[in-house]
């Protein structure tokens, strides 16, 4: 299973099909949703469970921080699901039945499928493998907690400092394993809030004085 690289994007035409297709016309978030209901159950059952079961092999679901200045907790949340492959095929097909996300080739000709985007992921992602889940027992326990987690992000529970807690002590049972590689681990962000603790209450006296 690959990790997401720094990559270029795929294709323009690719990316701009989408679009397209809508022209102009505006779509609610329940015409969304009745569409790609309707998008997963079009799907052939046979070709469902074997996009599920290449997903199950050769895709991941990854939870990233990163340190934001701009942002109210001073972290931002990163959800991601990919799939990597060389061969391009599967992955179009992926992404023709999620009805989301986009290809981008990394430049020793390795193709991934990303959605990065927390809608997507719980109102088309999710769906269509709780309709053909996921067969091994490290695949089925990544999507649960990343399920958990996106939840979170989706109520925008995680623009508190619980909220964003929670997903730091989820995030810390995905991907479990000896080859699993984080810029950040949960220490660095409890250091990091006690240091933003300690500032502001420095602030405070400092104003209370003057």
């Not at 209450?201 to 004085?209: G, L, P, Y």
Request: charge should be positive; hydrophobic fraction near 30%.
């Amino acid at each position: 299973m690959l990790e997401t690289p720094s990559i270029f994007k795929y294709s323009s035409r690719e990316q701009s099909r989408g679009s397209e297709n809508l022209g102009m016309r505006t779509i609610s978030r329940k015409d969304s949703q009745n569409q790609c209901y309707n998008g997963r159950m079009n799907t052939p059952p046979s070709l469902g469970w074997y996009l599920s079961g290449f997903s199950d092999g050769e895709g991941s679901f990854n939870v990233s921080l990163r340190q934001r200045p701009d942002h109210k907790l001073q972290w931002q949340v990163v959800l991601t699901f990919n799939v990597a492959q060389r061969d391009v095929s599967n992955l179009l097909l992926l992404k023709k039945y999620l009805e989301c996300g986009r290809l981008q080739k990394r430049s020793d000709g390795v193709h991934y499928l990303i959605v990065t985007n927390y809608i997507d992921l719980v109102e088309k992602v999710f769906p269509f493998f709780e309709r053909f889940p996921f067969q091994s027992e490290s695949k089925i326990r990544n999507f649960k907690l990343f399920k958990q987690i996106t939840v979170i992000v989706y109520s925008g529970e995680h623009l508190t400092r619980t909220g964003f807690m929670k997903i730091v002590e989820l995030r810390e049972r995905l991907n479990e394993g000896k080859g699993r590689k984080r810029k950040y681990e949960k220490d660095d962000v409890v250091k990091d809030f006690e240091r933003i603790l300690r500032d502001y209450t420095s602030d405070s006296a400092k104003a209370e004085m003057i």
